[in-house]
């Protein structure tokens, strides 16, 4: 059923795409096509203001400060100046605009630049003409030059290959960078261009969706119609290669290109740190509202007790209003207890965070060429979630193995040739073997069954081969070694040279591989010297060929399948190849259904599968072929890395079971201790009882420590029952599981498994691969890693993060991830901390200036106290925090399970730095009030007031928060020293100017050197910095000498150089057949 999609503008959804007219440009611009013009931008010079001031005023926390910069603009309820709200939340806007606008533009830049390349475009005359991509339409027809991109989807007409053949680069739509065969119609392909113009005829196309590989449609030329499939129609964003041009007519144009179609937005994800943030405002807000309340109350009583005891105060307004107006006054006064650059601060540190997993010369291929072998950073907000990872779900192919096959072994004929990889089965050719024959169909399957395109290597003029599956060049390399070479591809034949005799086949069709066919077929008929006739060539996975073999050849059948067994033990991958002879009138019969399939335009994939199983059956068994695909480098030490840092590892894979459990044990995934559930079910019964006889097994009683690990393999038919009938067992199981390996599983299945365990177990799901065939299953996990392979890009793309190998996920997630949720998480609850400290100052002094709502600090220092005054601290916290290095880190991964569980940022320890921040503000206002209580006298003879306190509080209360800062730092360097010591000094020299410019700072006259040489302002700024900052020094030393953490003991013995004792602890424990994953929180402080 197509797809409903609104075409053209107009306001009816149409499930039909308008006929494509040939050289009627007049009847073309009645349909109404769109416009070619790409547009990627979110603004335009008219719309930016305020559009961009919309999008962020959908933030709640946004909203909350335009209400308090509203109350501040009303003097009489305002107890501060409007520039104390105005000017923060105008830097925290103007930065937002400035980085959406700046990113906004690097956008408009380059779609100016798409839209204005020049392309020909053939006139009514046949010259052709230069023409702007933007200013193409529906119907032109245009001339593409070789390396030249196309410019809209287009159907090819012509080229300048025999044939209509055109040699196509789709590395801008799916990564893939080899090239691929796309023809012309049989109608036009060997048409003069110079005829074009002449002829008449219309293109129907389905309705544009956003399937790379799929296209249906019809091309009527002087009255014939011709079927079109994803062959015909070359996309915009490839490129064409090895062919001087092409020429075809534009069908779809701009946003209803397949380019366009696929261009959409990530699904949003959410860090847990973030959600656990935005509950947080919600309750500090609430406490907020709590401390605003209670001091309404008591200003209602207050003023209302005042009218008739404190005459002295003049209030000559009703209490009722008195009290209305202290409610916003102190709404507006308490609302500094929320940080207002917080989330820019966050947004920021997190992209730069991103740039440092970019820069990291341990996750490039080169480490002297990192922006170009470099990983890629797609989604930051997620860059904390990394350190809370409980589950990884891995693909295999092309995730853990190189994905380079090569071609090692076959069995033909029932006969295993251990030696094909070198050449073997040319010697048997040679040498007459009686089996010679069977080998020679052998090797023209696999010559001539594929879709390999072959190249010429341009630096050393080679024959090389190039094609979208890896499998497929290894066996075109493989027939080669054994003397059949493929040469040349038309539509109409295939040439190889079969010991040194070349061959031509006429090509009659092709059936072609799917995921869901898992087989290709080609029918061809062969030359007069193979006996003529039509035969069909066939290979594919075992699994999907074994049903379509002839009856009979029982012995050859089971030797074969003995020797795939045999194979798939040494980790091979493994197909088996068939064949079939056909007659021309059974061949005429199917050929008349087949082409009523593939010209259809409605449901053709289906129609052409049905007709294809009509021609896909009583294969004879020729042999089957092994294919190495060996490990990448490290998997087996990042697997090991990873499952000592308490993360659960599944390797899920479409191989046989034999192949995935030997990969399971070479990569340390499976251990030969272990105990390993092995689950093939038939039934769901089946699959019931013997899940269920492994939950009474393994679950009645609590596992010990020593109890071997559990492994459980479960192949994909028994996975559907698992999951759909009986989830609850296979969870109870899997969660005792130390690592599960899935093979024969679907590409569905794969983001149901994710789906499975991360609706279930409410832990962190991360899920990596290569191919297009891992997007749903990345795009389901909490955080999704794409692998750059030779599969291309579809994963890369799709994913959160992209990197280069597996064993960079080590470092991703251990190292970066880890720094990143320590760094998050002490930049909010210390941004919380210096806020509440600070501000709940003004709640203490509600109670000393009879509930008011007057404020005790300068309104410049109020204003400046987020932006510089306690903002670049944390800034740089955020971005430089070590506690151990990352070598320490990868040396000893078990310190990972540190921030796993998350409690460095938990309602409990923002909870506690709540705490710390109340008492902290008892400690600036109260300190003030016991020591300036007797109003002290100067040697001039005037005494303090409320302005020469609030400066004392104010200085205090900063110095001490910025010093807070300085105590959790782990890791300084030249940047932090300046954050830190620079923001008090960057304090000092404002105070200092303001009390020299009485014009513009009247109340601040003089108040630098009044307080500064007050002695009891000293003895409160050393009492306040003992009271509030001893406690913490002492409690971290107490703590560190009697309950050290793993990575504190990691971090001294790095510090005095005695990691060595550390290692020796380390092997000693091993040595005792401890638990690797509960070494280092075990080790003795006296080691280190």
């Not at 009686?434 to 001539?448: G, H, K, P, Q, T």
């Not at 129609?607 to 294969?619: G, N, P, Q, V, W």
């Not at 109340?918 to 300190?927: D, N």
Request: proline fraction near 3%; aromatic fraction near 10%; include cysteine.
């Amino acid at each position: 059923m197509p797809r409903r999609v609104r075409i053209l503008g107009r306001k009816k959804a149409l499930t039909s795409y308008p006929k494509v007219l040939i050289n009627d440009p007049t009847g073309n611009r009645k349909s109404r096509f769109p416009s070619n013009q790409i547009t990627t931008t979110k603004y335009t010079l008219l719309n930016f203001l305020p559009k961009n001031l919309f999008e962020q005023f959908r933030r709640v926390t946004n909203i909350y400060f335009l209400c308090i910069v509203i109350i501040t603009l009303i003097p009489a309820i305002s107890p501060l100046t409007p520039w104390t709200s105005i000017l923060p939340l105008a830097f925290v806007l103007g930065t937002t605009a400035l980085k959406e606008g700046y990113e906004d533009f690097g956008r408009y830049k380059a779609d100016n630049k798409v839209n204005n390349k020049k392309y020909y475009v053939m006139k009514r005359d046949g010259t052709f003409a230069k023409k702007t991509s933007k200013s193409l339409v529906v119907g032109d027809i245009v001339k593409i030059m070789s390396d030249q991109n196309f410019p809209s989807d287009i159907v090819p007409l012509v080229s300048a290959l025999d044939d209509g053949v055109c040699f196509v680069e789709t590395a801008q739509l799916d990564g893939e960078t080899n090239l691929k065969i796309y023809k012309a119609p049989v109608a036009t392909n060997s048409m003069d261009p110079e005829k074009i113009p002449n002829i008449t005829g219309y293109v129907e196309a389905e309705v544009p969706n956003h399937r790379l590989y799929n296209f249906v449609g019809t091309l009527n030329v002087e009255g014939e119609t011709h079927s079109l499939n994803y062959q015909n129609l070359l996309l915009r964003g490839a490129t064409l290669r090895n062919t001087e041009w092409a020429i075809g007519v534009v069908v779809y144009t701009g946003k209803y290109t397949k380019l366009s179609l696929n261009q959409k937005l990530p699904p949003s994800k959410f860090s847990t740190v973030e959600r656990r943030l935005n509950k947080a405002v919600i309750g500090i807000f609430v406490f907020k509202m709590g401390c605003v309340i209670s001091m309404t109350v008591g200003s209602a009583v207050f003023n209302h007790e005042g009218i008739r005891d404190n005459w002295y105060l003049d209030i000559d307004i009703s209490a009722s209003y008195q009290t209305i107006r202290d409610f916003f006054s102190y709404f507006a006064l308490l609302s500094f207890m929320i940080p207002m650059s917080l989330m820019v601060t966050l947004e920021v540190v997190k992209v730069i965070q991103g740039k440092f997993m970019e820069w990291d010369k341990r996750m490039a291929l080169d480490p002297d060429d990192v922006a170009e072998t470099g990983m890629a950073v797609k989604t930051t907000n997620l860059n904390d979630e990394l350190a809370l990872v409980k589950y990884i779900f891995s693909d295999k192919t092309g995730t853990l193995t190189e994905n380079r096959m090569i071609f090692q072994k076959v069995s033909i004929n029932g006969v295993i040739y251990h030696e094909a990889g070198k050449g073997e089965l040319k010697t048997e050719l040679k040498s007459g073997s009686e089996n010679a024959e069977a080998i020679r169909d052998f090797l023209v399957n696999l010559s001539i069954c594929h879709a390999a395109v072959p190249d010429v290597d341009e630096e050393t003029g080679d024959l090389v081969y190039k094609s979208q599956s890896p499998d497929e060049v290894a066996l075109c390399d493989g027939s080669r070694l054994n003397g059949f070479t493929f040469k040349t591809r038309t539509q109409t034949d295939v040439t190889i040279e079969a010991m040194g005799e070349t061959i031509s086949f006429e090509t009659l069709n092709v059936l072609e591989f799917t995921s869901d066919r898992r087989r290709m077929s080609v029918i061809v008929r062969l030359p007069e010297s193979m006996g003529g006739g039509i035969r069909i060539y066939s290979k594919g996975a075992d699994s999907m060929m074994l049903s379509l073999l002839r009856d009979g050849d029982d012995d050859i059948k089971q030797k074969t399948l003995d020797d795939i067994e045999l194979f798939c033990k040494e980790g091979l991958r493994t197909l088996i190849l068939g064949y079939k002879d056909v007659t021309e009138d059974e061949y005429e019969e199917w050929n008349t259904v087949f082409h009523k399939a593939e010209t259809a335009l409605e449901d053709r994939d289906n129609k052409i599968d049905e007709a294809s199983k009509l021609m896909e059956r009583d294969f004879i068994i020729i042999g089957a072929t092994a294919i190495e695909d060996k490990l990448q480098d490290e998997v087996p030490e990042t697997i090991y890395n990873l499952l000592r840092a308490g993360i659960k590892v599944w390797v899920i894979t479409g191989d046989k079971q034999a192949t995935a459990i030997n990969i399971g044990h070479s990569c340390k995934l499976l251990k030969d201790s272990m105990e390993i559930m092995v689950c093939n079910a038939e039934s769901s019964d089946e699959c019931r009882d013997l899940l269920k006889s492994y939950v009474d097994r393994y679950c009645a009683h609590p596992r010990k420590r020593s109890d071997p690990e559990l492994g459980l393999v479960i192949d994909g038919h028994t996975l559907n029952y698992a999951l759909e009938e009986h989830a609850q067992h296979f969870l109870q199981i899997t969660k005792l599981c130390h690592s599960v390996v899935c093979c024969r599983v679907t590409p569905i299945q794969k983001a149901n498994i994710v789906k499975l365990i991360k609706e279930n177990t409410h832990e962190v799901c991360l899920s990596i691969g290569d191919g297009a065939n891992d997007v749903s299953m990345i795009q389901e996990a909490h955080i999704g890693v794409g692998i750059y392979g030779n599969e291309g890009t579809q994963a890369a793309r799709s994913a959160d993060y992209a990197i280069r190998q597996f064993r960079h996920l080590r470092c991703l997630i251990t190292i970066h991830g880890r720094y990143s949720f320590l760094r998050n998480s002490g930049l909010i609850q210390y941004s919380i901390y210096k806020n509440a400290a600070a501000f709940l100052v003004q709640f203490w002094y509600g109670f000393y200036s009879g509930y008011s709502a007057n404020t005790i600090y300068d309104d410049l220092i109020i204003t400046l106290f987020n932006i510089i005054f306690t903002s670049v601290p944390p800034f740089f916290y955020a971005i430089f925090e070590k506690d151990i290095e990352p070598d320490i880190i990868d040396q000893y991964p078990e310190v990972f399970r540190r921030v796993q569980t998350g409690y460095q940022f938990s309602y409990s320890s923002l909870f506690v730095w709540v705490l710390n921040a109340i008492w902290h503000s008892i400690i600036f206002f109260f300190g003030g009030v016991i020591l300036l209580g007797n109003e002290p006298f100067y040697g001039n003879g005037r005494s303090t007031g409320l302005r020469v306190m609030g400066n004392m509080v104010s200085t205090i209360a900063i110095t001490i928060v910025i010093l807070k800062c300085a105590i959790f730092t782990n890791h300084w360097n030249i940047l932090v020293h300046c954050g830190i010591w620079g923001s008090i000094a960057a304090y000092f020299l404002v105070f200092l100017v303001e009390s020299y410019i009485p014009a513009i700072f009247r109340n601040q006259y003089h108040q630098f050197v009044i307080c500064f040489q007050s002695p009891m302002f000293w003895l409160m700024f050393l009492v306040a910095i003992f009271v509030c900052l001893v406690p913490d020094i002492f409690g971290k030393f107490l703590q560190r000498e009697l309950y050290p953490e793993d990575w504190q003991i990691l971090q001294e013995a790095q510090q005095v150089k005695t990691l060595d004792k550390v290692d020796a602890a380390l092997q000693r424990k091993l040595a005792a057949d401890k638990n690797p994953d509960e070494i280092v929180e075990e080790l003795d402080p006296e080691d280190a």
